[in-house]
């Protein structure tokens, strides 16, 4: 998580300096962001855990002009939970117990915007965007009715999505994003609906 965090800072670094050389007409700046994040998680039997969870998205972009920017963001998905056979406590019993799991780290993409309406007074950027995550993946069994956090390492990858944001005024837009991370053995999904302010 460390490589890819000094990545991701390196990268937004030298993509900012360039988009300080763009004119203010070009779509050239900044946007910082927050969201809710609505997450779907499906395991495989080798960890059949498959709930839903609310966490969070935060974001920093910076944007080359208006088709184009680099965004680094910060995901936690919220907790899933499921009563299973834990295969790290009790492969052999067969008992059902309470677990939790938790993904949250750090993620960088390349977003692509369309811009559309823009003599409007609330135009709308549709976007695509793909890039690689690192979360960490933390679990909470119950044992003997004493819950018990241990991590699962880390999960690195590939993410991909799109959304739109409703540009409201000059400075403040709300955006609604799809996201799909390639998880090992699992299907991991995040609908984010947020705001964000744009300098």
């Not at 938790?102 to 609330?122: C, D, H, M, V, W």
């Not at 965007?129 to 991590?151: F, P, W």
Request: aromatic share 12%; proline share 3%; hydrophobic share 40%.
């Amino acid at each position: 998580m460390k490589r890819l965090s000094m990545a991701a800072v390196l990268f937004l670094t030298a993509l900012a300096g360039q988009a300080q050389d763009e004119s203010a007409d070009s779509g050239a700046g900044f946007r910082v962001g927050a969201a809710a994040a609505f997450s779907d998680y499906s395991g495989d039997p080798s960890f059949p855990i498959e709930d839903s969870g609310l966490g969070v998205q935060i974001y920093a972009q910076a944007q080359l002009n208006k088709w184009f920017a680099a965004e680094v963001g910060y995901y936690n998905s919220g907790g899933f939970k499921s009563d299973i056979v834990n295969p790290l406590t009790r492969p052999s019993t067969g008992e059902l117990e309470p677990v939790e799991l938790r993904l949250s780290g750090f993620n960088i993409s390349a977003i692509g915007y369309l811009p559309l309406f823009q003599k409007s007074e609330t135009d709308i950027d549709l976007f695509l965007k793909a890039g690689l995550y690192d979360y960490d993946i933390d679990i909470t069994q119950t044992v003997s009715n004493s819950n018990l956090k241990t991590s699962l390492g880390h999960s690195t990858g590939f993410l991909v999505g799109g959304g739109a944001v409703l540009n409201v005024s000059e400075s403040i837009g709300i955006r609604a994003s799809v996201d799909w991370y390639d998880i090992d053995n699992a299907d991991l999904w995040a609908l984010g609906l947020g705001a964000e302010f744009q300098f």
